[in-house]
DNA sequence: TTGAAAGCGCTAACAG
DNA sequence: CTGTTAGCGCTTTCAA
């Protein structure tokens, strides 16, 4: 059995009975070349099967490889599923591919991941930051003009563009809603490390709210959670007061799933819920669940869309966009207080 | 401002006063250096940031690059997110990267998908097939040792290795879950095409259980969907029937939403439900939603695990290996018939 | 309209 | 222990 060696651009040309350059020309319709040529070439081309080798055309240039390299902190969370889809769509256009990794917001795996990035020569590199990494170690590569975009979370160390939801503005709203239909004790489950930007952003947003209707902020109120079962915990642990609250709002959807899940359970039927970024089934809980739903494609194609426009010579200053949410109320913000 | 070039094996020769082959040797522990050297060249690396040149390194070998191609439908689908996730952590310690395109289902996006995964010279091809694929073309690059791993469904026109979820015996084990509970008319709601291999197997699983228990099937008793606004309103037609189905089998999440929208919707607390593929708040909802669950972390770990087993050289048959489903019963299945 | 030569960054093969 | 040469597959000069 041979070794099946593919063919390469020699092999065609050799076919043909022309030089390498001639049918490197014809591909890529670079100078001119006669239609007899050209059909030759073709037909060379598409008898042999032959395939331009993309890592060495990238290689010839010094230049960067067709590849965008995203770092997420886990690929089988949906909302960085569906980015990474935004992504695709947008830059697909332009010949560009995904690379794609999972920090598990773990910042020596995330480094460990930008490195063979940069390695591989990308062309755009985009990270959702794992909580402490830092990424002023980038400053060089931006310099050598290769577009870095933060998603979802702003990085450390490094200015550079960034693509986020209205996570402040966004609760603010969820927990108005709940104001205005009477609640006054608003209970706040968040994930842990409190110091993960969205996490901030959203209790930001939260304390916005309760200042404005000239509510007394309460630290009893707030608690954190690493997980489900942890976020169900707290969740009993706050409707276990003395003085319950009447209203939760669940911080994001891995601690909606035990809010969720201890709310139905205790069947608590008087506490109102909103949460921060939509579930697949929210409209078939009882009572519905209302969500402040983030829109995690459009987060990918504007992070596309800039990452295109930098390669495209845009030098501008780096550029915060802010990708809004939307309060859908379904049912479960309107118990009254 | 200079065009900061990155820095190349040649300069940090230069800069250490040694030939780039000594440099080469050091980074790869490749032949003998003195400590001294070393040193040196480790020195200069760190001081002028240098990156070796993945591209160029493949290359040269003219060998294939360290990444694994992956074709899926969707991306923002977690199940193939997930499936994702467990090829990278089974492929990561071999220093293979991940290179990612959605096909949308569409035989063409995913031929174009595949042809700029095989120009990009991945090591390894990880395809889960759309409908109407057809993947005969890539028996050349098998040959040339390229190990193929079909993802979820079978490819077309080629053996490969492939990784599925016992599809049949899973909905079998569903339906019969439901027979045992007295059901004697019961819904099926599919994903379209029919002539999707999931939906095939799974369809057979539930024939295979009806056949078992001596029950008739009945094609009325099967609809079809593209969505879950379809499947909602297949659900209802089903369930306005003179003798409308006691209770469903959901073939799939995306279904699944449909279908329990409607049942919610029309408060139907008369119909069991049974869905293939788990949802994240299933056990919230009223009744608990009893699935078939997947397991799409093992399926990827098992795709990643086979492709390397090739790449060092097994030559044996390709083979089929299929993930285990596992009835979760959490009561909407419980309902008598 | 076409070709020859050189070189991208790296490493295998052979010296020294 | 270290250096030289050659070449991976392609494209960019520069000539013909």
């Given amino acids: 059995m041979t070794a099946t060696r593919r063919p390469t651009l020699a092999d065609v040309a050799r076919e043909v009975g022309v030089s390498a350059k001639t049918v490197s020309r014809v591909l890529n319709e670079d100078g001119p070349s006669s239609p007899e040529t050209r059909r030759r070439v073709l037909d060379a081309v598409a008898r042999l099967g032959f395939q331009p080798n993309l890592m060495a055309k990238s290689i010839r240039v010094g230049g960067p490889d067709t590849t965008v390299g995203l770092v997420v902190p886990d690929l089988g969370n949906p909302f960085f599923g569906s980015v990474a889809g935004g992504i695709e769509e947008a830059v697909r256009g332009r010949g560009l591919t995904l690379l794609m990794g999972s920090s598990d917001d773990d910042p020596e795996r995330e480094h460990a991941l930008i490195r063979t990035f940069l390695a591989r020569q990308v062309s755009v590199l985009m990270v959702a930051p794992a909580v402490g ?15 870095v975009v ?3 979370r702003p ?7 960034t693509v986020v939801s209205s996570n402040r503005a966004g609760t603010q709203e969820g927990v108005a809603h709940l104001i205005a239909r009477g609640h006054r004790r608003i209970g706040f489950i968040g994930d842990l490390p409190t110091r993960l930007y969205t996490r901030r952003e959203r209790i930001a947003g939260y304390r916005a709210a309760l200042a404005e209707a000239g509510l007394p902020y309460d630290r009893t109120l707030v608690a954190d959670a690493h997980d ?10 706050l409707l276990a007061r003395a003085a319950p609250p009447t209203a939760l709002l669940s911080g994001n959807n891995v601690m909606t799933i035990g809010v969720m899940t201890e709310v139905s359970r205790s069947r608590r039927k008087d506490v109102a819920v909103v949460a921060f970024d939509d579930v697949p089934m929210a409209a078939i809980l009882d009572p519905a669940l209302t969500v402040i739903a983030q829109n995690p494609v459009a987060m990918g194609e504007l992070a596309g869309v800039v990452a295109i426009e930098r390669l495209e010579g845009d030098r501008s200053r780096a550029r915060t966009i802010m990708v809004e949410t939307r309060l859908v109320p379904r049912g479960s913000g309107e118990l009254p207080g």
């Fill in 228 to 237: 489900p079962a942890g976020a169900a915990e707290a969740t009993a642990r």
């Fill in 150 to 152: 933060f998603l979802d």
């Fill in 155 to 161: 990085g450390n160390g490094l200015t550079a563009d």
């Fill in 133 to 147: 990494a830092d990424h002023s170690h980038l400053k060089a590569h931006r310099a050598a003009r290769m577009p």
